[in-house]
């Protein structure tokens, strides 16, 4: 018997981005999350006209809490293909869900060929956006530190610009109505760049800028 292959769940082609997974994800998104954050919080969102027109960048904000995704996809005009650590994968539901909201799985410790592939197929889609969060995981409020590098060399290998989004709010989590307060701050775009560490800083500093929390550069 022919043992069973593991799925690959950090490789995905342009038929896995379909009307079906958008659909699922605005349902998810702009309209369960989308009544949470109208009820709970007063969301401020400002720089929507430095969402370019195309989708050849990379949607990469600041990491506080589990909501952080779901407020991104609700902001951007498209859908947003979001990259998963690969461990999240592993947990039957939270797979289910990831898979039908169109995100991918990403190995954190190492870029993987599957990966940069993937976001490829996320570019040439033109109705997705690609979207990751370069902290990797959820982050203390008032500082913008810990950033992998692994981002900025999506950035280079796919040829795209990056696109900075300051969130501040989404760690106090609240259910009484309008008690809490949200704000998207997007950036101007950075532009395509093959210098790592230049993406790196100038993505964090734009941050810093957008939410005021300080950037503490990563150890050398």
Avoid at 29 to 46: A, D, H, P, S, T
Avoid at 81 to 94: G, W, Y
Avoid at 138 to 155: L, P, V
Wanted: proline fraction near 5%; charged fraction near 25%.
């Amino acid at each position: 018997m022919t043992k069973k292959q593991p799925v690959n769940y950090a490789r995905r082609t342009a038929k896995y981005f379909n009307f079906w997974r958008k659909f699922f994800q605005n349902i998810v998104c702009k309209f369960w999350y989308g009544i949470q954050f109208k009820l709970m919080y007063r969301v401020e969102v400002e720089g929507k006209e430095n969402i370019p027109k195309d989708n050849k960048f990379i949607v990469c904000g600041n990491h506080l809490s589990s909501l952080d995704p779901f407020l991104v996809s609700f902001v951007m005009p498209k859908p947003v293909a979001f990259m998963a650590k690969k461990e999240l994968f592993e947990k039957r539901f939270v797979r289910w869900m990831l898979d039908w909201q169109g995100a991918f799985a990403v190995n954190r410790e190492k870029l993987e060929v599957s990966t940069i592939k993937t976001a490829f197929e996320v570019k040439n889609t033109k109705n997705w956006i690609l979207g990751l969060f370069p902290q990797g995981t959820r982050a203390k409020s008032g500082t913008i530190e810990d950033i992998h590098k692994g981002f900025a060399g999506i950035a280079r290998a796919t040829k795209c610009s990056i696109l900075p989004i300051g969130i501040v709010g989404t760690e106090n989590r609240t259910w009484c109505p309008f008690k809490g307060k949200i704000k998207v701050k997007i950036g101007e775009i950075i532009p395509y760049n093959d210098d790592l560490e230049k993406v790196m800083e100038e993505w964090a500093l734009a941050v810093q800028e957008l939410t005021g929390f300080r950037y503490i550069p990563n150890p050398a």
